[in-house]
Structures are given as structure tokens and as C-alpha cells.
């Protein structure tokens, strides 16, 4: 990409055509979720926690170096506090999101792995709609080209999901551009019931 997005905290996955009752709109026959229409929210979350916890690791690692030799100045003693705390707290929400993705997908069928660089998001031009976890009063996702264009992009807001007790809600997902070829960026933002913002982001390509 030619422009990193600076974002606070989205591993891509895909169930298979055969879980029962799993619809993108409960009342239309053609909206039923397949292995090849949608993508869980989480799981791309769960891709860029994962790239943050290895960077804050590399963090905590250089300036451990400096603290124990005494060369540190303050701020950077301060920062190495305020690492160890963010690598905690971050740490422990993968781990719920990972508590939480085992409770919706019990006993069905786990999806493939996620799509970030180097592998490629061919998929995703085919996908309609984007399963969350319930509860968020807003979320969106936005997948942008190489030039910083949305190619891609959820409207509306959640909608709770069929078939899934209450657990997922999901939205639609329109592509402006479904002949694209070439690098993309993948952003989830939204509200979490506690009226909390999020955003995170993963990098990849469409080939």
C-alpha cells in the first residue's frame, strides 16, 4: 500500500455451505450464507491483534534492553511501562474473541485460514455480507485499493443473523469494483454496546 492507515484496534473465515439456518436476510431464499458469500468480522480482528501483539513484543524487547543496561531515558522507561500494559490487554482480547468464536461455531464446521499478505483475497469478490458478534450499536467495513479508493464497502446497520441464538448479527457488503486486481486494505470500525470505538485493518491483494 502506498499509505499506512494509522488505526487503534479485524484473519479471515468462511463456514462451509452446509451449517443449517444461517442467513443473510432470514425472509429472502436467495440470502442464504454459503462458503463463498461472507466473512467473519472477528476473524480479521483477530489477524491484526495478532500482528499488534508481535510488534509490541519487538517493542518491549528493545526498550527491556535499554532499561536493564540503564541507558533508557524517562519517557522511554514510561513507554516501556505502557507497553507491557497494551501487550496484556491485548493478549486477553484475542483471547476473547477466541472464547467467543468456539461458543458461536460449536460442533460446526471451522472455516480456512485468513487471507492477509502473502496470501491473496481472490474470495472476497465474492462475498455479500459480513457476519459480527451481536451487540455492536454500529460497525462497518471498508476495503480500499491501492490508489486509497473504496472498492468495496458494508451498508446499513447490524441486522441480527437466523440460526445462530442471538449471537451474531451481520451486515451487506457491496463491491464498486468487482473486477479488481491488486493490493487492498481491509478496515472494520464500528461502536461496541458499551459505546466503546474500535477500528483495525489487515493488508493483502486481489490477484
Given amino acids: 500500500m502506498k499509505t499506512r492507515f494509522t488505526l487503534s484496534l479485524l484473519v479471515l473465515f468462511v463456514l462451509t455451505s452446509c451449517i443449517k439456518d444461517f442467513y443473510g436476510h432470514p425472509d429472502d431464499k436467495d440470502g442464504v450464507l454459503t462458503s463463498e458469500n461472507y466473512v467473519y468480522s472477528d476473524d480479521i480482528r483477530s489477524e491484526f491483534l495478532e500482528q499488534e501483539i508481535a510488534l509490541l513484543e519487538e517493542e518491549i524487547k528493545e526498550l527491556g534492553a535499554l532499561v536493564e543496561s540503564g541507558q533508557a531515558t524517562e519517557a522511554q522507561e514510561l513507554r516501556f511501562e505502557t507497553a507491557q500494559k497494551d501487550l496484556t490487554a491485548?493478549?486477553?482480547?484475542?483471547?476473547?474473541?477466541?472464547?467467543?468464536?468456539?461458543?458461536?461455531?460449536?460442533?460446526?464446521?471451522?472455516?480456512?485460514?485468513?487471507?492477509?499478505?502473502?496470501?491473496?483475497?481472490?474470495?472476497?469478490?465474492?462475498?455479500?455480507?459480513?457476519?459480527?458478534?451481536?451487540?455492536?450499536?454500529?460497525?462497518?467495513?471498508?476495503?480500499?485499493?491501492?490508489?486509497?479508493?473504496?472498492?468495496?464497502?458494508?451498508?446499513?446497520?447490524?441486522?441480527?443473523?437466523?440460526?445462530?441464538?442471538?449471537?451474531?448479527?451481520y451486515v451487506v457488503l457491496i463491491f464498486n469494483e468487482a473486477e479488481y486486481q491488486g493490493e487492498i486494505l481491509v478496515k472494520g470500525f464500528g461502536t461496541s454496546e458499551n459505546g466503546e470505538d474500535f477500528s483495525y485493518f489487515i493488508e493483502s491483494s486481489i490477484d
Fill in 90 to 169: 491485548t493478549i486477553t482480547l484475542t483471547e476473547e474473541i477466541s472464547d467467543y468464536r468456539e461458543l458461536v461455531y460449536k460442533g460446526k464446521p471451522l472455516p480456512p485460514p485468513p487471507c492477509p499478505k502473502p496470501r491473496n483475497c481472490n474470495d472476497w469478490l465474492n462475498f455479500n455480507y459480513v457476519t459480527i458478534p451481536s451487540g455492536l450499536e454500529q460497525f462497518g467495513l471498508l476495503i480500499y485499493d491501492q490508489d486509497q479508493n473504496v472498492i468495496g464497502q458494508t451498508e446499513g446497520n447490524p441486522e441480527t443473523l437466523g440460526g445462530t441464538d442471538g449471537l451474531l448479527d
